[in-house]
Every structure is written in structure tokens, then in C-alpha cells.
């Protein structure tokens, strides 16, 4: 049981280039999320999913995609990207009594 | 939306002291309470939570207090040692969801030798 697999973990992006940042989890889990995480400013939802093939915007969607095709896979995708999207992002899983389980986390700079 | 808010931003105390970190809520449908500690370059672990049935919980050094009606909750670390010594956030459920989560802007606990 490896929980939450996050990667990469770390990232350097030119301004305006794309990546998927990839999330699975083996807790059979139903939904999942992906979080930003800035000094200062605590965790900031961006998406969500309730299940395979149902997606939500959170706090902060902007710039953003998510896809849900299977429950164990929750990958996120930065289209293009731009110096605000500087964060450590992570990715989590949710049981029912709500208990989060988070991945390692990913390092992305853009420059 | 739910909007957390948590304070202070960082609290410093001597080894063996007490640490209380304070956080609002506005959603009053708001019913589970979870507090993470995020340790330098690690990623953000639960270390208590509460629902609103309860108005405190303890886990050894640690306890969480509730109050519903003036929608506050606390997070209280009694005999603080080094190793606490962390970055502490809450939470609290949002959207009517019981796994949303809204996060309060986070604690930096410094415990002093």
C-alpha cells in the first residue's frame, strides 16, 4: 500500500511551457484533489474529483486541467505556464470520514 | 465560500511550555475540524481532528477544543520539545462537503531550548 504517489517532485518550467503533474493512490479512494501551497497562504484548493470522470474547480482553477479516467489516477495539467504558478503543489486523497492523505509534494518554478 | 482564519502566524515558547494556536470559521455548516503539522520540506500530517458533535479531544500532548457557537477552534501542545517545532495549519470542511477542506494560513511554532 504506497498511499499517495506523487511526481515529480521537483520542476523548472520556462514561462508558456506545458506539464502534467501526476497523482495516483491505491486506497481505492474516491475523491481526490490537488492543492497549492504559497508562504503565507496556508493550502489553496484547485481542483477536485468525487470520482472517476467527475471533475470540480476549487478556490484557484485558473491555468489548470484535471482529468479523472480511473479512481486510482488524478493527474494535473499546467497548459501553459506563467511565474504565478511558483508553488509547491500538492496532491491528497480523501476516505470518507475525511481523513486527507497527502503525496510528497512537487517543487515547480517557472522562470 | 468557508473562510478560515488562524492566528498567530508564528508563536515562539521555551521547551516545556504550552502552545495555542487559534483559528476562525464562517461556514457554520462547517462539522470536521483537522489540524496538520508540516515539517520543513515534508508534506502536511494530520495530527488531530474533531468533529461537531465533540467539544474537545486530546491525544497526549496534544488536545482540540470546539466551539461551535462562536465558531473558533484551538489547538493546545502542553510540554512543547523541539521537536515540535513545525509549521501547524487548520482546517474546516467547506462547500457542504464532509472531505473539502479550506485551510487557515498556517502557525510557525518555534520551540526554544
Known amino acids: 500500500n504506497a498511499g499517495v504517489t506523487q511526481t515529480p517532485k521537483f520542476q523548472v518550467l520556462k514561462t508558456g511551457q506545458s506539464m502534467t503533474l501526476q497523482c495516483a493512490q491505491d486506497?481505492?479512494?474516491?475523491?481526490m484533489s490537488w492543492y497549492r501551497q504559497d508562504p503565507g497562504m496556508g493550502l489553496r484548493l484547485i481542483h477536485y474529483?468525487?470520482?472517476?470522470?467527475?471533475?470540480d474547480q476549487g478556490e484557484v482553477p485558473n491555468g489548470y486541467n484535471v482529468s479523472r479516467s480511473t479512481t486510482e489516477d488524478f493527474p494535473l495539467r499546467l497548459l501553459s505556464a506563467a511565474p504565478s504558478q511558483t508553488s509547491v503543489y500538492f496532491c491528497?486523497?480523501?476516505?470518507?470520514?475525511?481523513?486527507?492523505?497527502f503525496g510528497s509534494g512537487t517543487r515547480l518554478t517557472v522562470v | 465560500g468557508e473562510n478560515v482564519e488562524q492566528h498567530p502566524s508564528t508563536l515562539s515558547v521555551q521547551e516545556g511550555d504550552s502552545a495555542v494556536i487559534k483559528c476562525t470559521y464562517s461556514d457554520s455548516a462547517s462539522n470536521y475540524f483537522p489540524w496538520y503539522k508540516q515539517e520543513l520540506g515534508k508534506r502536511p500530517q494530520l495530527i488531530i481532528d474533531i468533529r461537531s458533535n465533540v467539544g474537545e479531544k486530546k491525544d497526549q500532548r496534544i488536545a482540540v477544543t470546539l466551539n461551535k457557537t462562536a465558531k473558533h477552534f484551538s489547538l493546545h501542545i502542553t510540554e512543547t520539545q523541539p521537536e515540535d517545532s513545525a509549521v501547524y495549519f487548520c482546517?474546516?470542511?467547506?462547500?457542504?462537503?464532509?472531505?473539502?477542506?479550506?485551510f487557515g494560513s498556517g502557525t510557525q511554532l518555534t520551540v526554544l531550548p
Open positions: 491528497a486523497s480523501t476516505p470518507a470520514e475525511g481523513k486527507i492523505a
Open positions: 486506497m481505492n479512494h474516491e475523491y
Open positions: 474529483s468525487v470520482g472517476a470522470g467527475i471533475t
Open positions: 482546517a474546516a470542511t467547506s462547500g457542504g462537503s464532509a472531505r473539502q477542506l479550506t
